[in-house]
């Protein structure tokens, strides 16, 4: 259950998993962290690479890390950067959200000047996975029936 204690304890992993983003190229820092239902805080910061490809953003560093430790089963997971409106993960990381949250499960993206004093949740997006990735493909799909298609 998300309660205002550990909403609060999610932002601040995120925002300190930021401090540890390793982004020479972009100079783009993002953080991210996830709350598994066991109540532990798994953070991840977005690791550059020279060969952009080998970049992986901080959303997926945090699920490699809960995953590679046995945790899958998340509440909610926050994410910010270093400017002032909320940012949202890119299309992969929201694939790879899509194979191990709920659609249902809450997403918060979080601006730099969080709490903003004159903003509603202090600039804060709520969102879910489900709302950042409508008509999602997901792994429940690989068990539909088939059609056969031609000669086998």
Known sequence: MLTEDNRQSLIQAAIQAKEYAYSPYS?????????CTDDTIVNGANVENASWGGTICAERTAVVKAVSEGRKDFIALAVTSDIAVPISPCGICR???REFCTLDMP????PVDYPKKDAKDGGILEMTVGGLLPYSFGPEHLELPRQPTGPQ
């Not at 100079?27 to 709350?35: C, E, N, P, W």
């Not at 997403?107 to 979080?110: A, D, K, M, S």
């Open 27 to 35: 100079k783009f820092r993002v953080g991210a962290a996830f709350l």
């Open 95 to 97: 694939q790879v959200l």
């Open 107 to 110: 997403v918060f993206l979080v």
